[in-house]
Nanobody
Framework: QVQLEEPGGGSVQAGGSLRLPCAVS????????MAWFRQAPGKEREGVAA???????NYPPTLQSRFTISKDNAKNILYLQLNSLKTEDTAMYYC?????????????????WGQGTQVTVSS
């Protein structure tokens, strides 16, 4: 059974950093494409970073300089490093996985999802 859990999240002031972990079970991270998404109140869920099974990454251009996705295949943990945070980064963040090669940023690409973790950035 595929499971993803995001135990991190929290509150931080603008300009600060956070690292979000996503623990995976039921599959090995080296065989799946994985990604992070976020959803702010009243907005659609959007992809913020993706990584394929070989470690190739994909970001939307507006976030590439501040967000970094990585994974530890030995521990089966996916990470999202958030730097230079802004108030507009406040959202629920979700990790996702799909048994496929392409590190897509599209919501519909992914079958498996975590429950989400809240990130709040204050001014």
């Amino acid at each position: 059974q595929v499971q993803l859990e995001e135990p991190g999240g929290g509150s931080v002031q603008a300009g600060g950093s956070l690292r979000l972990p996503c623990a995976v079970s039921g599959f090995t991270s080296r065989t799946y494409a994985m990604a992070w998404f976020r959803q702010a109140p009243g907005k659609e869920r959007e992809g913020v970073a993706a990584i394929d099974r070989d470690g190739v990454t994909n970001y939307p251009p507006t976030l590439q300089s501040r967000f970094t996705i990585s994974k530890d295949n030995a521990k089966n943990i996916l990470y999202l490093q958030l730097n230079s945070l802004k108030t507009e980064d406040t959202a629920m963040y979700y990790c996702a996985a799909e048994r496929a090669r392409l590190p897509s940023l599209q919501v519909g690409w992914y079958e498996f999802w975590g429950q989400g973790t809240q990130v709040t950035v204050s001014s």
